[in-house]
């Protein structure tokens, strides 16, 4: 079941095109990640979902209702966290989740207490003293204390402890196991790659590569490490071979995906005494497309 | 090694001096041309001693001392006298706000944000920020009492020889000095740059009352003042110079206190007991109307006891403003012309459109306060969560109205309840309200204005201030200056009628409440569909 689906989505500020025709859907019970450089448009598109901007063309949609027309309703269903929670100075943490809770509608008392507990929020503060990452705790204590079906996260973690980030982690895959859906924009890709079934790839407005981690994956370069009896020469000529470089461990280079047959035949006829293959990571699979704007316009 | 308390204080005051050197001179610069354009003012307007002695007899009333402090000389109101009677004490207070804000941003406001810490790990003694500070605002109120004290003799006006001069700046000076001092004391004490200034005003609001209660009734109260301190030098009457030592004395005092205890406690930490908030909100919080009006709470009461004051001053003065009125026999007969209403009551219609002008000052700013919420992003809390634009917009506006409508109800009231405590034939409780409560479609309609901007064009939101200044100028001027009437009826103002003096015109009255709400219609349609900003 599509729990969030966009199709074709545009959304220009004057001249500046922020969006150009961004589709993707989330399934329900999955986590989808959002990544990107910063102005790349994730907050854009996540604030055209939130009905805060009206879209300049194409449309989207959460439960199937149309989320500039019908947000009030989707509202009652979902959890939002930003990236930079603006919290009112004089109010204290613990009056702020509760009129979060209060506005979104239905919420478990005790769920509240327990997320501040874990999260080791000190709700009688004003908000005034505390520091960015207590700030983002306010906003996740609010977010997973609400029973909602579709949380959207802005690069939730941003100011939080490596502790807290973990907390984190485990209430996104609680949330998961409840079959309850996630939408992520981080720009922690490890955090992303952990948590992660698909992920979309945004540069400059526009959605440039998206699916699982596996697909991606598959469609580039593996990396192999390579050390054999005889001389490993003329792997550098082959195609598909990329940046090769000798190592202590031995040959370390890339290969393609569609390659990788061709080399291993040529390989195992030198006598391999060690193979190590590891999949890209998705910082690999990131900075492939970030290096590629570099060449574009060089 | 020894501990050196006051290492670098010399390099610390350059610093502070070089950081805060603007400001100080925009507010001495801002004090000095109010105190002489004032004081050239009381010269130009009242030049004969019977124009004097006139206003003399409107000043002598309890509500008056209240507010201004004792008029010494009142007998022989030379400018002097008049200045150091309606000016001292409010320059003193302005001069308070400067040293407590000041004094509060650099000590536990730097405390607060880490600047105190970075230059605590440097080679700077313990004391010496502080002592820097209260240095270069010691200075500040030096540069001030100069200032004031040269403007003033340059005038070159009789009744002000340079010498009292300088001392009328000393007294705004001293009282400065000596709130540096209760900030700099507060600030050991307080947690938070918020509760050091909070406390500080506090205590500028207790000293106020102590002496306005001190003044009407029982004169050593006064003396408990630190205001009423500076009022006793009775400048350009007697010239005490003895009040001034109470106030350095007070204020070495504290500065002391806040040595003694800054040496004792840990940066960063207070010594009062900051207690913490509610851990669970109210459920009167828990709307968008609850969440605007409490954010709006301090705003509203500080609003509501400035228009209460601004009702009771001029109700105060209509007492002997009547007394004059019936012993000038030639006005008197005017009166009888225009159908049996004394001139007080025709005057009172001018004033509720004055006070209503003011009034809607703060109801324009409450319901500002949605866009100001949106400019610091804080609407997305709120948007993203199961609330339609229509509610919180409703929210604000309701808001602006029910408070904007009070403010201009409690400076009504205010102004009958001085009346009648003045007046020889008081006036009729249900005329005066009558004659205030017409404008209120007036003060619903900037509000409207306001909405039409805030919903279509968020970024010209500041014409409809201008609207009210206009509004202010052509309605209150217009009749001094004999304009057509035009520029009057483009305002909301000039079509109120103006009871009692003429006929109640309900027609007008229900254009106006129309006019409000079809703008507020337009204003929450463009609201419902542009862009937000956060």
């Known amino acids: 079941m599509t729990v969030l689906h966009i199709n074709q989505l545009s959304k220009r500020f004057g001249k500046f095109q922020a969006l150009k025709d961004v589709s993707f859907s989330i399934e329900k019970g999955e986590i989808f990640g959002f990544i990107g450089p910063n102005g790349a448009g994730k907050s854009t598109t996540i604030r055209t979902l939130l009905g805060i901007l009206k879209p300049s063309s194409g449309s989207a949609s959460i439960f199937g209702m149309d989320v500039w027309k019908e947000s009030v309703s989707i509202h009652e269903r979902i959890a939002y966290v930003p990236g930079d929670a603006n919290l009112w100075p004089n109010l204290t943490g613990g009056e702020v989740i509760d009129l979060f809770l209060k506005l979104r509608g239905s919420h478990k008392p005790e769920k509240k207490q327990e997320l501040i507990e874990r999260f080791q929020l000190d709700p009688s503060k004003k908000c005034r003293t505390y520091s960015k990452g207590n700030r983002q705790k306010v906003a996740l204590v609010a977010a997973f204390a609400s029973d909602a079906e579709l949380f959207i996260l802005d690069e939730p973690t941003s100011g939080l402890d490596p502790l807290m980030e973990r907390v984190f982690q485990e209430c996104v895959l609680e949330a998961k196991s409840q079959g309850k859906s996630v939408l992520l924009s981080s720009h922690i890709l490890s955090e992303v790659e952990r948590l992660c079934d698909r992920v979309a790839i945004i540069r400059q407005g526009e959605i440039i590569e998206s699916g699982s981690l596996e697909e991606m994956r598959h469609l580039t370069r593996t990396n192999l490490v390579i050390e054999t009896k005889e001389p490993l020469n003329g792997i550098s000529s082959m195609t598909g071979v990329h940046t090769v470089k000798e190592t202590e461990k031995g040959t370390a280079l890339q290969v393609d995906a569609e390659a990788l047959d061709e080399v291993i035949k040529k390989v195992s006829t030198l006598g391999i005494v060690r193979l190590e293959s590891t999949p890209p990571t998705l910082e690999d699979l990131f900075m492939r497309h970030y290096e590629g704007t570099g060449s574009d316009q060089a | ?534």
């Open chain 2, 1 to 534: 090694m020894s501990l050196k308390p006051f290492y670098q204080t010399g390099s610390l005051i350059k610093f502070y001096l070089r950081t805060d050197f603007l400001k100080i001179l925009i507010w001495t610069i801002s004090i000095t041309a109010l105190t002489m354009l004032t004081a050239w003012a009381f010269e130009d307007l009242y030049p004969s001693e019977a124009e004097r002695l006139a206003i003399a007899e409107t000043m002598k009333n309890p509500a008056m001392t209240a507010m201004v402090g004792p008029g010494y000389g009142i007998e022989n109101y030379t400018t002097g006298a008049m200045m150091a009677h309606q000016m001292l004490l409010f320059t003193a207070i302005l001069a308070a706000v400067m040293t407590i804000l000041m004094t509060a941003k650099h000590t536990r406001g730097d405390e607060e944000d880490g600047r105190a810490e970075m230059i605590s790990s440097l080679p700077a003694g313990r004391l010496a920020p502080l002592t820097s500070v209260l240095a270069v605002v010691g200075l500040s109120q030096l540069l001030l009492a100069v200032s004031i004290g040269t403007a003033l003799s340059g005038l070159n006006i009789e009744s002000m020889p340079p010498g009292a001069s300088f001392l009328y700046g000393a007294a705004i000076g001293g009282t400065g000095l000596f709130f540096a001092g209760v900030t700099a004391v507060f600030a050991q004490l307080s947690e938070s740059s918020r509760g050091t200034s909070g406390f500080a005003f506090l205590i500028l609001g207790v000293s106020y009352l102590v002496r306005a209660i001190g003044d009407v009734s029982m004169e050593t109260l006064s003396w408990l003042s630190p205001l009423g301190w500076a009022l006793k030098t009775e400048v350009y009457v007697s010239n005490l110079v003895s009040p001034l030592v109470l106030l350095s004395a007070g204020s070495s005092a504290l500065a002391l206190a806040a040595f003694g205890l800054m040496l004792k406690r840990d940066l960063g930490s207070g010594m009062l007991p900051s207690k913490p908030g509610r851990s669970n909100a109210s459920p009167l919080l828990l709307s968008p109307f609850g969440l605007a009006l409490r954010l709006l709470r301090t705003s509203v009461i500080v609003w509501a006891v400035a228009l209460m004051a601004i009702g009771a001053s001029y109700g105060s003065v209509l007492g002997d403003l009547e007394s004059f009125f019936s012993s000038n026999e030639m006005l008197s007969n005017m009166v009888n012309a225009t159908g049996g209403l004394s001139l007080t009551e025709q005057f009172i219609s001018m004033l509720m459109a004055i006070m209503s002008m003011m009034a809607a000052v703060p109801a324009l700013m409450f319901f500002y306060k949605l866009k100001s919420e949106e400019n610091k992003s804080r609407m997305e809390n709120i948007y993203a969560r199961a609330v339609s634009r229509q509610k919180v917009f409703l929210s604000y506006l309701a808001v602006a109205v029910v408070f904007g409508s009070l403010m201009m109800i409690i400076a009504t009231v205010s102004l009958w309840g001085a009346s009648v405590s003045v007046m020889e034939e008081p006036l009729g409780f249900a005329v005066v309200l009558k004659s205030g409560l017409v404008y209120l479609p007036a003060i619903w309609v900037m509000i409207g204005i306001g909405a039409v901007f805030t919903g279509i064009k968020p970024g010209l939101t500041g014409l409809a201030w201008g609207y009210l200044i206009y509004s202010f100028l052509v309605v209150y001027l217009g009749g001094l200056l004999q304009l057509p009437d035009w520029p009057g009826q483009l305002s909301p103002f000039g079509h109120v009628p103006q009871i009692p003096g003429e006929e109640i015109s309900w027609l007008s009255l229900m254009i106006l409440t129309v006019i409000s709400l079809a703008l507020t219609i337009v204003g929450l349609r463009g609201y419902q569909q542009r862009d937000l900003k956060g």
